[in-house]
């Protein structure tokens, strides 16, 4: 290395290799970073990268995800394609590369190795897995190797430490140097080149490796014999998603509950704190209650997260994968849709960020389109409140609780819905041949404790941040559109109904002063009224005829309304339209007979079974997460796929209420 | 004996000797290390019979019937039909 670029303080250097190398758990080895690895094929898909000390020379240290080959054919691909090409916008193009390869399956990884020493970038070969490799009694020849590649390569180990000086000294010895391309592509292309590589693969493999003829470490195969057994392996994948389901709505209520509390002292010591007025109303009502109101979710989350990461780690993921791409390609899906479409039963944004590994866009869009269908976290308290309040402690043939009934049916609405939507999109705007399934099923491995700890933590934190952010933004809006235009307090005038004209009156009405109240009662009126003249109590009344045909009053259409910022803000909005405070919860008695006992001006239940039962299967099928939208744009790049989702979602929920509502009352349900 | 992968009996050796079309699937498939020469072994397939698992080089890789359908192969050895199939 030249005294120049010794003394140029931005050297790069790209970690590059398979999926499942191991090359993770070497960039955390080298950088102490923090940062994710698994089983299932290409799931690092973030560029991340982090310093790497080489004496007295500062690197930046790029992990690439993992690619099989640089003729990318998935997004993952194509990202670790442009970095290395210095083709990718900010990122420079690397002054040496280490090529992590598995001693384990040296061949296939070597093959992306002879494609890296096209590309004229100094490589280093990281030999990993080295511990597997000898446990297995195979034996290999480094320097041999070494010489054949005509480049550096050197065994490492994470965990113990093996070989990390040894690379930093042959990286800094690397950069700035040309290495020869130890074979020959004169002449040849397209499959020739690829049978090229793989003669020298093949040539340099069999001078270099003694193999232990005995397969006796077909362990994964042996585990597989009943993981991905005919019968067993689908009846234990259902076991596996009943476990996982049962955690996320049994286990994490306690957390979820002290959480809910949690925010709601945090609202009165702020309250007791601070001096009335828009701030603190604004600090309370709108930052603590809309952003606490997400947050609850965490504990649910944070849980789906660990067992994705074990299942991910173990490799489990892609033997899900494997079982069941027979069933998801009949309706036109990829197995790989799988983890998205199972992390959306959390949280669609995970869901949605998980689809980067399907290789075909086509296949990815069908699944970014449907993965919202999926009932998520944030819809459990409506289903919950509904179920409360008007079918709890009936039970169906004397044993089956109703309400158990209807949560399975919202969330079996929600399944076939999508598995409709993705076999019409498939065969209309996004038609295309079967995809192409060419999956890894990687060797079992005991998840990393460490490793999936860091692996929960980074995911929950995008969570947090999404929270901070987006929902921190709507949390305002919506709270400014409930907030304004302020009415009187002591206003004793009755409350008008839908006319427009009422309405005005209002506003000018709201100029006047606030005064203090005197008892907790006429606080919850004020706070009905309130509601009802602000920007979102207009919204309400102005949609009402849109509604009506699903047995909406104006109220409703409020928390519709503010639900379309976020689903489960249609509790808290109910809350406080019917008077019972602003601090009640989805189990809330308080709330539940106010639902019970709301009537229409003609003296008639606003709320009835039916009317419950509308408002679920609305809820099911409709678009009414803002987060979900924004990463949708993202994610496809696309305003008019994006519109398409809300759109196609928004029609199907109101298609679907209108025929459960106008069906069940022509059945004679009230 | 020749035959497709997608026809080859569970636990059955062969060796791959052609892959047929054109196109980004058989350029991954020979980029996964299915090229001429290679031994391979249908592992299993899935339940509903479509994907297959099969070991080649070292490692096991699902790929559909379809796919496997593009790699001919040639038995190498008959007599294991009895012994491991």
Redesign the interface.
Known sequence: MNEQSRKNSKVTIALAGNPNAGKTTLFNSLTGLKQKIANYPGVTVERKSGIWKLGDITTNLVDLPGL??L?A?SLDEQISRDVLTGSLNGSPKPDAIVAVVDA?????NL?LVTQLFEYGIPVVVALTMIDVFEKQKHQIDVPKLSALLKTPVVEVNAKSGRGKEELAELITEAIGSTEPIPFNLNGKN??GK??AR?NFI?DVVQQTVKHNDLEAHYI??KI?GIL?H??F??MILVAILLLVFQAIFSWATLPMDLLEQGFGTLGKIVRSQMSEGILTDLLIDGIIAGVGGVLIFLPQILLLFLFISILEDTGYL?RA???L???M?RVGLH?KAFLPLMSSFACAIPGIMATRTIENRRDRFATIMIAPLMSCSARLPVYTLMIAAFFAGQTVFGFLSLGAILMLAMYSLGIIAAIIVAFVLKRTILKAP?P????????YRLPNVRTILQNVFARAGLFVKRAGTVILAISIVLWALMYFPRTPTNDVVSVPSTVAGDLVQQTQAAEIVSVQLETPNSELETNSRQLQNSYAGRLGHFIEPVIQPLGFDWKIGVALIASFAAREVLVSTLSIIYNVGKDENEESETLISALRGAKKPDGSLVWTPLTAMTLMVFFVLAMQCMSTVAVVRRETNSWRWTMFMVGYMTILAYAAAFVTYQGGRLLGFA | MYMTLSKLPAGVNAKVTA?NGEG??????????I????SVRL??S??????I?V?I????????K??ADSVEVELLDTTELLVTG
């Open positions: 099989y080959s003729e054919t384990t399956n040296l061949e296939r093959y397209g499959s690829i049978f793989y093949s994964s195969e597989d991905t005919k019968v392996g689908l892609a994968a494997f079982l791409d027979r069933l390609s197995g079967a192409p399934f060419i999956m890894e099923l990687p060797p | 892959i980004a699937v058989s350029r991954r498939l020979m980029e996964m290390g090229v001429p020469g290679v592992v299993k899935a339940p509903f019979g479509d994907p698992e070991r080089l070292g490692y096991s890789l699902a790929i559909r379809n796919e």
